[in-house]
Each structure stands twice: as structure tokens, then as C-alpha cells.
């Protein structure tokens, strides 16, 4: 599976971006998706998961009620709507698939990343 992030930029505090994580091969729609930030000289943070069949989310508490995960099996996309964002979720988003809720190291695939910029 490869994975292609899109839809990253830059916004004011209060605003929203939606990211997109489109995937190769034909396993997408039974795999794992999930969505990591990683901010400037810290460590790689879960922010949200989604199972394959799109019936259960995972949120990180820092996430809940602002962003909202959610996925296409037929255009093999997973989104995260993202809103009323803050300076402190400035960060480089991955998407990753093929793990478990907010167990990084059980995915297997991860996305090349795109930044996120929230200005006050």
C-alpha cells in the first residue's frame, strides 16, 4: 500500500482544512486507517483512526469535537476534516494504514506527510 497526503497549508486560528490520504493497491477497503501529527522536535502523536468498514473512530482527546475522520473505500481515500483549529495542532500530518486505533507502531504504511500551519 502507498499512500499520498494531500491538502495541507496554512490558516488562521479558528479556521478548518480538510486532508485527503489516497492509497494504492486493492486492500484499502479492509485495512486500518489512521491519521499522526508530528510537531517541530517532538515525537509522532496519534490524532485519530478509523476501522476498515468506517464503523468505529478513534479521537486523540486533544482532537475531539474539531476534527472529524472519515473515508471513501470506493475512491481509496481516508479524510480528516479539520475545524476550528488552533495554533497548537501546527504540525506535519501523516496518514498511516494497516494498524490499530492509536498504536503507532502497529502501522505498517505511512504516508509522506503534509504541514499544517495554524497562526494565532
Known sequence: ????????????????????????????????????????????KFVTAITWTGGSTYYADSVKGRFTISRDNSKN?????????????TAVYYCAAGGQRDLIRSYNYWGQGTQV????
Open 1 to 44: 500500500v502507498q499512500l499520498q497526503a494531500s491538502g495541507g497549508g496554512s490558516v488562521q486560528a479558528g479556521g478548518s482544512l480538510r486532508l485527503s490520504c489516497t492509497a494504492s493497491g486493492r486492500t484499502f477497503s479492509r485495512i486500518n486507517m489512521g491519521w499522526f501529527r508530528q510537531a517541530p522536535e517532538k515525537e509522532r
Open 117 to 120: 500551519t495554524v497562526s494565532s
Open 77 to 89: 481515500t481516508v479524510y480528516l476534516q479539520m475545524s476550528s483549529l488552533k495554533p497548537e495542532d
